[in-house]
Nanobody, 129 residues
Framework: QVQLVESGGGLVQAGGSLRLSCAAS????????MGWFRQAPGKEREFVAG????????YYTDSVKGRFTIDRDNAKNTVYLQMNSLKPEDTAVYYC??????????????????????WGQGTQVTVSS
């Protein structure tokens, strides 16, 4: 069993930055692919960013490319999402997720929530205009 706890959310003005953290416990996630998803009010949960177990590859949804950066520190069992140039449309609850095992490469499934077995409770990000 893996527990994931997000932190770092808050209220910022448009153009500002936040750095989200996802701390894992219960088991090491050093060999897990990791992802960030978000859910805005009245909308479905959507993929934001993903990273392979060794940090060698990263993936982003088009709307955040060039603004958000996902990285990880396996020694600390932690995954991060650096969010710059925030926009009001980034307002959402952000969730960390872990994918321990799946057939095929992560490149074929990184944006699909079905592949992630463990989820945090989320952290609120609000961007004012």
């Amino acid at each position: 069993q893996v527990q994931l706890v997000e932190s770092g959310g808050g209220l910022v003005q448009a153009g500002g930055s936040l750095r989200l953290s996802c701390a894992a416990s219960g088991r090491t996630v050093s060999n897990y692919d990791m992802g960030w998803f978000r859910q805005a009010p009245g909308k479905e949960r959507e993929f934001v960013a993903g990273i392979t177990w060794n940090g060698g590859r990263t993936y982003y949804t088009d709307s955040v490319k060039g603004r958000f950066t996902i990285d990880r520190d396996n020694a600390k069992n932690t995954v991060y999402l650096q969010m710059n140039s925030l926009k009001p449309e980034d307002t959402a609850v952000y969730y960390c997720a872990a994918a321990p095992t799946a057939p095929g490469p992560y490149s074929s499934r990184y944006s699909l929530a079905i592949w992630y077995d463990y989820w945090g409770q989320g952290t609120q990000v609000t961007v004012s205009s």
